[in-house]
């Protein structure tokens, strides 16, 4: 049986200011594992992983900044940006790695980006062991995006970009927005309660930050980023996912530079049947793949410091 793992939070400091709110679970001298969640999201999202992971591995949970216990930027447009998601990330991986302390880091969706967006950082490159993008793109994400049935152009970018910046309040979770969730991001055959949970935790996102940070997205170019990631990356996207679709992930594993394809790396998975929602609609898939990040990047790394 499993023991229950120690949990502790702390708080970062941005750059431009901006607290940071983080969680760790797991003890000290374990492995460790940063889950960085998506638009609109918050710790809550990687539930799944942490049961699963804190057992054995020290696992690093942080709310993007306007999501969850994390402050949203003061008063200026500059603090929602793929910069400032780097300077969060960065901030993160200070507080809590200790000087050279590798870790296998893993984004969904805008945390996925967030990686990319940091991949130059020497913080990052000091701390990064391997990656695991998990539904997610570096760019053209309101071009190619599958939220409505029309052929590609201009009218479906058009219809998309306002569905994903529009301003009305989500409201409550009732059965309708429920529907209207599980359409957008996640499978057809979505268990209920992970439908249920995912509404709970999308809607909980302040209007302000979610249309803010749509906006990011909408103007999303990260390209040149990606060919930066010369750390181990691994690369998961659901069949059915309709808010970055498996053409995004193929893009991202075909401009991973060489040293991402290593051999013995899963490379690109497509989960069959799943959406966007990765980490909660196959949750065993997605922490699988991050344990196995961490037996041949992370343990293996020790190894040679080692000897």
């Known amino acids: 049986m499993r023991q229950p793992h120690k949990e502790r939070e702390l708080t970062a400091v941005s750059a431009d200011g901006t607290p940071v709110h983080i969680e760790v679970h797991g003890d000290e001298g374990r492995p460790a594992v940063v889950l960085a969640h998506g638009w609109t999201c918050s710790i809550r999202f990687w539930a799944a992983q942490l049961a699963d992971l804190a057992a054995d591995h020290r696992v690093i949970v942080y709310d993007q900044r306007g999501h ?46 967030t990686l990319m967006a940091a991949a130059r950082r020497p913080v990052f490159r000091e701390h990064a062991a391997a990656v695991l993008l998990c539904s997610t793109g570096s760019s053209r994400l309101t071009q190619e995006a599958l939220l409505v049935p029309l052929r590609p152009g201009r009218t ?15 409201g409550p979770v009732t059965p309708l927005s429920k529907r209207i969730l599980r359409y957008g991001t996640m499978g057809p055959g979505a268990a209920p309660d992970r439908v249920a949970e995912c509404a709970r935790i999308v809607h909980a996102c302040p209007r302000p930050v979610r249309v803010a940070w749509a906006h990011v997205l909408g103007e999303l170019d990260l390209d040149a980023e990606v060919r930066e990631l010369r750390v181990p990356t691994a690369v998961i996207v659901g069949s059915d996912d ?10 991202l ?6 040293r991402a394809g290593e051999p013995g790396l899963p490379g690109l998975t497509e989960l069959t049947g799943v959406g966007h929602m990765t980490p909660v609609e196959a949750p065993e898939a997605v922490t699988g793949a991050i344990r196995s990040l961490v037996g041949t990047y992370l343990y293996l790394g020790e190894k040679e410091d080692a000897a």
């Open 68 to 113: 969850g216990r994390s402050a949203p930027p003061a008063g200026h447009s500059a603090g929602y940006s793929t910069d400032a998601l780097a300077d969060d990330l960065v901030a993160v991986l200070a507080a809590t790695l200790a000087p050279g302390e590798r870790a296998v880091l893993a984004g969904h969706s805008m945390g996925g980006m």
């Open 253 to 258: 594993a075909a401009a991973l530079p060489d």
């Open 242 to 251: 309709r808010l970055t679709p498996p053409v995004q992930a193929r893009t």
């Open 156 to 170: 479906r970018t058009w219809i998309s970009r306002r569905i994903l910046g529009a301003r009305a309040p989500l």
